[in-house]
Antibody, heavy 121, light 107 residues
Framework: EVQLLESGGGLVQPGGSLRLSCAAS????????MSWVRQAPGKGLEWVSG????????YYADSVKGRFTISRDNSKNTLYLQMISLRAEDTAVYYC??????????????WGQGTLVTVSS | DIQMTQSPSTLSASVGDRVTITCRAS??????LAWYQQKPGKAPKLLIY???SLQSGVPSRFSGSGSGTEFTLTISSLQPDDFATYYC?????????FGQGTKAEIK
């Protein structure tokens, strides 16, 4: 069974940094692209960033480009999202999601349970 | 980026009703469209991909149709477990975008 477990969320001040992790199990991690998708409280879904199975290709939404960095450690079956210069509008539940193939494709299944990031002073 | 617009934003229905949700794309996305279901406090779950393909394990009362810019999700007979929020999402071109969601409520 595929399992994705996010961690690293919490309360951070505006301008601060945070690193999210997503531990994967139940599949050959390096064979699949992964993405981060976020959901602000009471709002809809917003794709944030994606990375290919090898880690060689990364994509970002314009709203986070230059501030967030996606990476992965295939030896540890773990996906990361390094976030800097955080803003109030980054407050959201952050989900990691498995893609359907090794290249970034944009079809997400399954998703982790999410980790809440709150940016506030 | 491609804008996705869902209607209605909220629907009120009874158990056993047939319900349809519409999703429109701001430009053609061929059939690169997915539908997700989300329950309160839970992660989204993939229901339909490639506009009309049912994800494994999803009940057959869910179906999808459409191509180009207009798509529909139909639930043939609404069940108590189906009261949730539904999102469409295009994966035709980076970056991937979602509709604003349709909340299915009990009438």
């Amino acid at each position: 069974e595929v399992q994705l477990l996010e961690s690293g969320g919490g309360l951070v001040q505006p301008g601060g940094s945070l690193r999210l992790s997503c531990a994967a199990s139940g599949f050959t991690f390096s064979n699949y692209a992964m993405s981060w998708v976020r959901q602000a409280p009471g709002k809809g879904l917003e794709w944030v960033s994606g990375i290919s199975g090898s880690g060689g290709t990364t994509y970002y939404a314009d709203s986070v480009k230059g501030r967030f960095t996606i990476s992965r450690d295939n030896s540890k079956n773990t996906l990361y999202l390094q976030m800097i210069s955080l803003r109030a509008e980054d407050t959201a539940v952050y989900y990691c999601a498995k893609e359907g193939k090794i290249t970034i494709f944009g079809l997400f299944d399954p998703w982790g349970q999410g980790t809440l990031v709150t940016v506030s002073s | 980026d491609i804008q996705m617009t869902q209607s209605p934003s909220t629907l009120s229905a009874s158990v056993g009703d047939r319900v349809t949700i519409t999703c429109r794309a701001s430009q053609s996305i061929s059939n690169w469209l997915a539908w997700y279901q989300q329950k309160p406090g839970k992660a989204p779950k993939l229901l339909i991909y490639k506009a009309s393909s049912l994800q494994s394990g999803v009940p057959s009362r869910f179906s999808g149709s459409g191509s180009g810019t207009e798509f529909t999700l139909t639930i043939s007979s609404l069940q108590p477990d189906d009261f949730a929020t539904y999102y469409c999402q295009q994966y035709n071109s980076y970056w991937w975008t979602f509709g604003q969601g349709t909340k299915a409520e009990i009438k």
